[in-house]
């Protein structure tokens, strides 16, 4: 105990300690959507300081460690106490608290989350594997700590040696599998997602396992013998375990998956959404209806839209048709949304003449209200006649020319 | 408590770097307060040091209290009755004298309870109880000094190792610092390697001068007071034996 308390009060763990509250909190609460307020993003923000988190875990450790070995050295050799305890006491005390720091910070920006309506949830294991990453990282520094000759750097540079190694590694182009065993992450969470909870496990594991292997060799006294050598095994079996696990599933530890809890408001067309995403809702659906009118008659008119996320389990059911929406930041953010449908359903993907997809280009961004432009309907002639069309007109003339869109086929002379 | 020496080192042969410093050493050590005295680089802090650690010995034995030192996970019986300040006292940044003294005693096997007793004990014994909550590297080097005298007695230790304990110390610290070991002496063997002849004239029970790797001589302060035959002009008492074992042993006539 006496060792705990004075770590925690007089050691640079308690600078650790703040750091990473500072640095996860912020970092969670600061990673937002814009217009949406999402647990997937408060997990994003854990993510994205994964890699500041192990720097800071690994060179406090380190600090206190080689400072710790060297006014110790004599208490430790004469001590009658086992050594492997001894250690393993001191690496507590110094890695516990900044796992806990970890946990405070969720359990602050859960609170937050608690009081502002954030939807979701998180995944337990995902937080897990992020607090694992920074026990083994403190682990890392730990070891380098106590090896070293005692100088006032050795903190610093553990810390500079695993970024300069984390950057390294992703300049390696070494396969994601073998860069999920490095104890940063860089993985994305979305509302749109599934967990792979083995990938998840399995690299909590080996940073924890790795963990105790390391400790567990710098505690040991004398040269591993055949009892050292049965202590370790179990730790080593899981590290290889554990680790071909991460490689074999490249590191993947989130697939494609619509949980479809969806809100839905409106006719012509029905707009459902993630409740997530709700707060956008009217808005959205006013601009598909907009564009249900315009393209009324023709097969590219929505009956019911479904969110999705382009590409990773873009699944809608039958009758239905997928709207995608990431953020809500400005308006144009919502006529993207019709814009992004009107690109998947509309004529783009049939278009290899040069005119028919000009034309066709200038009739979706008509369509959806959403202009590549920053001059928007003004930007030249063919897009100023689409748009100073009434709606009656509009709908009329796309229906007329309907056909010549969807083949991409439309010339000069069709235009308004 | 068996009857015979607290400690017999036998046969040792201890080296620094490749050097040989002693061969073939043997030395007894009972019931109180043996002094080591000899001039620098002789190998009295080499001699501490294995005693303090003897897995380090490449040759020889040791025996405490009769049973012999066992290398490894054996070890554990020596250190917890054994208790050693080295000649480079270096507190943990941070800890407070409590922290410091409690911390060693912890490391030596005592369990909360008895600790806190013991910390207390130890404190007030080296009149340290007021400075308990300071840290200790904030502390001046001779208080700093007896805050590692605490941590070699904390436990309770049957034999006692100080290097050079009393460097350092102002007078009363000294007084305070001898009176202490003068009365641990009576129940444990207390080895201290020093300079200051003074102190032996003090409190030791018995001199040990090593020199070359050998003792050469082995008595009492009264003893080696009594070997000062030569009348060296400016020093007396055990100052004087000494010098007078050192050249006797130089030029070998004795």
Redesign the interface.
């Given at each position: 105990?006496?060792?705990i308390r004075?770590?925690l009060?007089?050691?640079p763990v308690a600078v650790g300690v703040i750091l990473i509250l500072i640095l996860e909190i912020t970092s969670a609460l600061g990673n937002t959507t814009p217009g949406f307020n999402l647990w997937a993003d408060r997990i994003n923000g854990l993510t994205n300081t994964s890699i500041l988190a192990a720097v800071v875990a690994a060179g406090v450790s380190a600090l206190e460690a080689n400072?710790?070995q060297?006014?110790?050295r004599?208490?430790?050799?004469?001590?009658?106490?086992?050594h492997l305890r001894?250690r393993s006491y001191h690496a507590g005390a110094v890695l516990l608290p900044l796992a806990l720091a970890f946990w405070v910070a969720v359990a602050a920006v859960a609170a937050h989350a608690a009081f502002t309506g954030t939807y979701g949830a998180p995944s337990m294991l995902w937080l897990v594997s992020l607090c694992c990453a920074i026990v083994l990282a403190g682990t890392i520094g730990y070891v380098v700590g106590s090896v070293l000759p005692h100088r006032w750097y050795v903190g610093p540079a553990a810390a500079l040696a695993l970024y300069a190694a984390y950057v390294l590694l992703l300049a390696s182009r070494a396969p994601y599998g073998i860069v999920s065993l490095f104890p940063a992450s860089s993985n994305y969470d979305s509302v749109f997602t599934r967990k792979i909870l083995a990938t998840l496990g399995s690299q909590s594991i080996f940073f924890l396992s790795l963990s105790a292997l390391l400790l567990l060799l710098l505690g040991l006294?004398?040269i591993p013998l055949l009892r050292n050598l049965f202590l370790a095994a179990p730790f080593v079996i899981l590290v290889v375990a554990s680790g071909l696990t991460v490689i074999t599933t490249n590191g993947q530890v989130t697939t494609g998956n619509n949980p479809r809890d969806f809100i839905c408001v409106g006719e012509r067309p029905t707009l459902c959404l993630n409740p997530g995403y709700a707060a956008a809702i009217d808005p959205l659906q006013s601009e598909y209806r907009r564009f249900a009118d315009l393209t009324a008659g023709t097969p590219l008119a929505p009956e019911r839209l479904e969110q999705n996320v382009q590409g990773i389990g873009d699944e809608p059911v039958a009758g239905s048709r997928s709207a995608y929406l990431e953020q809500w930041a400005a308006p144009d953010d919502l006529t993207f949304s019709v814009f992004r449908y009107v690109k998947k359903y509309g004529s783009a993907s049939q278009c290899s003449n040069a005119e028919g997809s000009y034309y066709g280009a200038e009739v979706d961004s008509w369509l959806s209200n959403f202009y590549e432009s920053t001059y928007g309907s003004a930007a030249n002639a063919v897009s100023r006649a689409l748009a100073e069309q009434t709606p009656e007109q509009g709908t009329a003339w796309f229906r007329a020319h309907y056909d010549s869109y969807a083949s991409c086929s439309l010339t000069a002379n069709d235009m308004p | 408590m068996k009857k015979g020496p607290v400690l017999r080192a036998i046969d040792l042969s201890l080296q620094r770097g490749s050097r040989f410093i002693y061969e073939d050493f043997s030395i007894d050590l009972e019931i109180g307060l043996t002094a080591v005295l000899g001039p620098n680089g002789v190998g009295k802090t080499t001699l501490l040091e294995a005693l303090s650690d003897p897995a380090t010995i490449r040759r020889g034995e040791v025996r405490l209290n009769d049973e012999p030192f066992e290398r490894g996970s054996g070890d554990a019986p020596y250190f917890a009755r054994t208790g050693f300040l080295p000649q480079k006292w270096t507190s943990y940044r941070g800890f407070s004298v409590r922290d410091t003294v409690s911390y060693v005693a912890w490391l030596k096997g005592l369990d909360s309870r008895a600790s806190n007793d013991a910390v207390a004990r130890v404190l007030r014994d080296l009149d340290l109880e007021h400075l308990a909550r300071e840290r200790v590297h904030k502390l001046s080097g001779g208080i700093q000094q007896r805050v590692g005298l605490a941590e070699a007695f904390v436990h309770d230790p049957l034999l006692v190792l100080l290097d050079e304990p009393t460097v350092g110390l102002d007078p009363e610290q000294r007084s305070i610092v001898r009176r202490y070991l003068k009365n641990e002496a009576k129940t444990k063997a207390i080895v201290l390697s020093t300079h200051l002849t003074d102190d032996v004239e003090a409190i030791a029970d018995r001199v040990v001068v090593v020199l070359k790797g050998s003792i050469v001589f082995d008595g009492t302060p009264d003893e080696l007071v009594a070997l000062n035959t030569a009348a060296e002009n400016n020093t007396a008492g055990i100052e004087a034996g000494y010098l007078e074992v050192i050249r006797l042993n130089s030029t070998g006539a004795l």
């Open positions: 105990m006496v060792v004075s770590i009060l007089r050691s400072r710790w060297a006014s110790n004599v208490r430790l050799r004469t001590a009658s106490r086992s001894v006294k004398t | -």
